[in-house]
C-alpha cells in the first residue's frame, strides 16, 4: 500500500482521474434532473478537469506543491459551468494546502482536501446540501479520521471514497430536486469518480482510454456563408431622440417596423433610444425628428463591413487592442449569429460563443476580457450556468471585471439598452441592473431525456417551455404549447413582447408565432427578432 507521494505521482493521479471521468461523463449526464439540452455536468467535469491532464503533460513536476499549483491555475482558466468551477475552487483549495511540498503522505494529503472544501464553500455565495460540496465535505472529515489511524496515503483515499459514496447516496434526501426525480447528486458522482480515478493510480491500476471528447470549435458569424447583396437592410442605423412634445411613440416604433428589420426601441419618457436595420436611414431620421433633436446619431453601412470582412478574411470581434482606450467595456456570451449580431449593434466590444448546450471555459471569457480595450469589463453571461465561470475572472484580470447576473438572451439585451457612458460606474451598474430584473424570459425547446420532474411527466423528444427558470409547460403538439405559453404572459400584462427565433425555425413560421403573441397581448407592442440560437426553438422577453 503506497504511504506518500512526489510531484510526478501527484500528476499520474490527475491524468487517471481525467481518463475515468471521461469514460463516465455520460453516465453522470444522465443524473441531470433537468430534461432540457444544457451543459451536462459530466462534460462540463470532464473537459475541466482534461485542461489540467493537458497542462500537466507539458511538465514532470518533481514537488507535489508544483503540480498542485499547475493543477489548480488550469482548472481555474478552464473551468465550465458551476460544477466545473466548484472542481477548480475544491482544488486551488488543496493547491494552497500543497504549496512548497516535496512529497506528502494521508495526513497532508487529508488536509488539503479539507482546505479545497473551504475554499469551495467560501466562494459560494448560497452553498447548497444534497450537492457536490456536501459530498465533498464528507470526504475530507472522513479522510482526517482515516489519516489518524494510517498514515498511507492510498488508505486515507479508499476510506474517504468509502464515506463519499454513503454522502452521495444520501443527497437524493438532502436535496429536494434530486428526490422529486429519485436520483443522486450528478457534481457529486463526477467528483467521487475523480478521487477514484486518483485511486485507481495508486493501486497501479490502468484505467482504459476513452474517445476523447473533442470541443467544438468556438462559434462566431460565418460571413462567408452569404453573400453581401443577401444582405436585405443595408444600414445599421441608431440615433437617440430627445422627445419634447407629446407625440405618440408607438407611432414612430411602427413606422419604424415596416421601414427595416432588427428593431429595438426604447421609450424612456424623456428620450427615445433606437437600433433598427434599414435601407433608408434618412428617411428613419426625418421621422424621429417629428419628436424632438436628435442627441445622437450613428449610420453603418453593413454591405461594406460585409465586403471588407471577407476581402481581409477576418472573422473574429475587432476592438482586439489590450491598453484601454475608454472606461467602459461589455462582453456578451451568447450563442446564435442574429443574438450575437444585436449584442454588437447595441455596442458590445466581445462575444464569448457558447450558453446552454456549450457553457465556456473561465479562460474563453478571460481572453475576451484582455482583448477589450477599456478600463471596466461589464460581463453579461446570459445563463445561470455560465455566471459562476465569469465571476472567476475577477481575480484573474488587470482590470476591473463586473459580473451582471443576467439569466437569459433577453435579460442582457435590456441591460445593454440601459447603457450611458456618462454614468458613473456605480449608477450604471444600478441602471443595467434594474433594466434587466424587469424582463421576464420565456423559452420553448425540446426534452433532451425521459424524467419526472417539477410535477411533470415528461418524454424525450416533447417540447417544453420554461418561463422564469422555471417548468411552464409540456406538450407533444408546439402551437398548442405556445398558446398557453401567450396566454400566461398575458396574465402579466406586458407592455413590449419580443420573440426571437432560433436557428431551426423558418420566417414564415416565427411570424405566425408573432402573430400568436400579438393576439394574446393587444395592448402590447410585439417584435420578432432572428436570434439564429440553438436548442431554443423561440425565447420570448416580456417586459
Not at 32 to 58: C, H, Q, W, Y
Not at 513 to 535: H, M, N
Request: aromatic share 6%; net charge negative; charged share 25%.
Amino acid at each position: 500500500m503506497r504511504e506518500t507521494i512526489d510531484g510526478l505521482w501527484f500528476k499520474q493521479m490527475i491524468l487517471s482521474a481525467s481518463a475515468l471521468i471521461n469514460l463516465h461523463k455520460q453516465e453522470i449526464n444522465e443524473l441531470n434532473v433537468f430534461p432540457v439540452p444544457d451543459g451536462d455536468t459530466g462534460t462540463n467535469m470532464s473537459l475541466t478537469i482534461g485542461t489540467a491532464a493537458a497542462e500537466l503533460r507539458k511538465h514532470n513536476p518533481e514537488t507535489v506543491g508544483k503540480a498542485a499549483e499547475i493543477t489548480a491555475n488550469a482548472l481555474l482558466r478552464g473551468a465550465r459551468g458551476n460544477s466545473g468551477v466548484i472542481l477548480s475552487l475544491l482544488f486551488r483549495g488543496v493547491a494552497r494546502s500543497l504549496r512548497d511540498k516535496e512529497h506528502i503522505g494521508g495526513a497532508e494529503f487529508a488536509a488539503a482536501l479539507g482546505e479545497g472544501v473551504s475554499a469551495a464553500y467560501n466562494a459560494v455565495m448560497k452553498p447548497a446540501e444534497g450537492t457536490i460540496l456536501t459530498v465533498s465535505r464528507m470526504v475530507a472529515k472522513q479522510a482526517v479520521d482515516a489519516s489518524e489511524r494510517n498514515q498511507s496515503i492510498e488508505f486515507v483515499l479508499e476510506e474517504a471514497i468509502a464515506e463519499g459514496k454513503v454522502a452521495l447516496d444520501n443527497t437524493i434526501h438532502q436535496n429536494p430536486v434530486l428526490k422529486k426525480a429519485g436520483v443522486i447528486d450528478a457534481g457529486g458522482k463526477g467528483y467521487l469518480i475523480l478521487l477514484e480515478g486518483m485511486l485507481k493510480c495508486l493501486q497501479g491500476e490502468a484505467i482504459p482510454d476513452a474517445p476523447v471528447q473533442e470541443e467544438p470549435a468556438k462559434e462566431r458569424a460565418d460571413f462567408e456563408a452569404f453573400a453581401t447583396e443577401d444582405i436585405k437592410f443595408g444600414y445599421c442605423t441608431e440615433f437617440i431622440v430627445s422627445r419634447e412634445n407629446q407625440r405618440d411613440p408607438n407611432k414612430l416604433r411602427l413606422f419604424l417596423c415596416d421601414l427595416g428589420d432588427s428593431l429595438v426601441f426604447v421609450d424612456d419618457d424623456e428620450i427615445i433610444k433606437v437600433h433598427v436595420h434599414t435601407n433608408n436611414p434618412g428617411v428613419a431620421l426625418e421621422e424621429a425628428l417629428k419628436y424632438g433633436p436628435l442627441l445622437t446619431v450613428k449610420v453603418e453601412n453593413m454591405r461594406e463591413q460585409h465586403t471588407e470582412i471577407l476581402e481581409n478574411a477576418v472573422c473574429e470581434a475587432t476592438r482586439n487592442v489590450a491598453e484601454p482606450t475608454k472606461k467602459y467595456g461589455f462582453i456578451s456570451v451568447c450563442a446564435g449569429k442574429g443574438i450575437q449580431a444585436v449584442f454588437t449593434d447595441l455596442g458590445v466590444d466581445g462575444i464569448v460563443g457558447g450558453g446552454q448546450t456549450m457553457n465556456p471555459a473561465t479562460e474563453d471569457i478571460l481572453r475576451e476580457i484582455d482583448k477589450t480595450p477599456s478600463e471596466i469589463i461589464y460581463i453579461l453571461p446570459n445563463n445561470k450556468n455560465v455566471i459562476l465561470a465569469a465571476e472567476q475572472c475577477v481575480p484573474l484580470s488587470e482590470k476591473k471585471v463586473i459580473v451582471l447576473h443576467t439569466e437569459s438572451v433577453p435579460q442582457g439585451v435590456a441591460a445593454m439598452l440601459a447603457v450611458d457612458p456618462e454614468l458613473e460606474e456605480a449608477e450604471l451598474t444600478k441602471a443595467m441592473t434594474e433594466a434587466y430584473s424587469k424582463v421576464y424570459t420565456a423559452q420553448v425547446t425540446y426534452a433532451a431525456r425521459d424524467s419526472e420532474y417539477d410535477g411533470f411527466s415528461i418524454t424525450e423528444g416533447d417540447y417544453l417551455a420554461l418561463a422564469g427558470n422555471q417548468m411552464f409547460g409540456t406538450d407533444k403538439d408546439l402551437t398548442a404549447l405556445l398558446a398557453r405559453l401567450a396566454e400566461m404572459i398575458a396574465g402579466r400584462n406586458p407592455e413590449f413582447v419580443t420573440v426571437f427565433y432560433g436557428e431551426s425555425v423558418s420566417p414564415e413560421e416565427a411570424e405566425r408565432v408573432k402573430d400568436l403573441f400579438s393576439a394574446a397581448c393587444p395592448s402590447a407592442e410585439t417584435s420578432l427578432v432572428y436570434g439564429g440560437q440553438p436548442v431554443y426553438y423561440y425565447m420570448i422577453s416580456a417586459e
